[in-house]
């Protein structure tokens, strides 16, 4: 079976919408990374830190989900990576209310020893050097995924274009990817940042879908039109994880199959919205998941004469 590395936070959220608030609850885009990725045929390893604070309950969740969680540092007398966030009535745009890097601030990522020969590396949100430590960790390497965020953008951007020379796909969300080229178009963002070095570019547009660009080509995928989102929290992530899983157990890293990757990300994140934090990750089943895959086929099926 494959490998698959995954590197991110885990971490406590506290989220509000104009449906509610929460208190401290699980979160962090490792965790929904790894909760997307591990319905797959792959072996999932997750590389984290938590605090002497983070509930065993959680740790164990995650590894009966199927996640191999040796990588996941246990630091006994620090705190948990906390991040609050609140959601403007649209549900598209968020405010940071706290980001506590806690554990996070010196992190040194260590891949465990049965992971080191992974053939899919996804790089999920943390600091640039974590990430940088993981991509020297796992050198047999054949895809390197990257998934960032303006707060590393504002804080360690030097590194963050090291990280980015060395990956071959990145998952970035509209306004970062314009923060990141400078460029307004989409089409103009994607090719400038093709010259930083991703082959591969995936710009996500939360509720509208997200683009794959690579040369000159370009495919586009919508998200499901649902009735009820309730908390947007780790739609980014576990679109990542669903992208990242269904390449890694397939080992096919085209572009033909990178689009039925950006499918299975985009189904794992329509479940993620519908409820607050990780819980609806929790409970989904593989009917539910064929479902909807046939849902996003309707969705965009149609005959014309051209
Ligand atoms: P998303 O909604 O996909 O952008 O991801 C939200 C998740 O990312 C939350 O569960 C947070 O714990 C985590 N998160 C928020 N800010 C950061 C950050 N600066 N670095 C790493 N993870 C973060």
């Known amino acids: ?29 490792a965790t929904f990374i790894g909760l997307s990725a591990s319905h797959f045929n792959t072996e999932v390893g997750l590389v984290s830190v938590v605090g002497g604070d983070f509930p065993q309950e ?44 806690n554990v996070l601030a010196d ?4 891949v465990p020893e049965s992971f080191k020969d992974a053939e899919v590396v996804m790089l999920g ?3 640039p050097a ?11 390497a054949k895809l390197i995924i990257l998934d960032t965020m303006n707060f590393w953008m504002d804080s360690a951007l030097d590194m963050l274009h090291e990280v980015i020379a060395k990956v071959d796909v990145i998952t970035i969300n509209d306004e970062e990817a314009r923060q990141l080229s400078g460029e307004y178009s989409l089409v103009a963002a994607a090719r400038k940042i093709h010259t930083m070095g991703p082959k591969y570019v995936v710009i996500k ?31 980014g992530d576990t679109f990542a994880g669903g992208f990242a899983g269904f390449l890694a157990s397939s080992e096919d890293y085209s572009f033909e199959n990178m689009k039925r990757a950006i499918i299975y990300g985009s189904n794992f994140a329509s479940f993620c919205v519908e409820k607050f934090g990780t819980e609806r990750m929790q409970s989904i089943t593989p009917e539910e998941i064929n479902t909807r895959l046939e849902q996003f086929k309707a969705l965009t099926k149609f005959e014309i004469n051209a």
Request: charged share 20%; no cysteine.
């Open 205 to 235: 547009k939360g509720e509208h879908g997200a683009l794959l660009f690579h040369e000159e080509q370009i495919f586009f995928a919508p998200a499901l039109p649902l009735e009820e989102v309730f908390d947007p929290t780790g739609a």
């Open 58 to 101: 959680y740790l164990d969740m995650l590894s009966n989900r199927g996640m191999n969680i040796e990588g996941v540092e246990v630091v006994k007398d620090g705190k948990t990576f906390f991040w609050s966030g609140k959601y403007h009535n649209d549900m598209n745009t968020r405010d940071t209310l706290a980001t506590e890097l």
């Open 1 to 29: 079976m494959s490998k698959l590395v995954v590197v991110g936070t885990v971490a406590f959220d506290a989220i509000e919408t104009p449906f509610g608030k929460t208190d401290k609850i699980l979160g962090g885009a």
């Open 107 to 110: 992190f040194n990522p260590v």
């Open 130 to 140: 974590v990430q940088l430590g993981v991509i020297e960790q796992t050198p047999a």
């Open 125 to 127: 949100n943390l600091h």
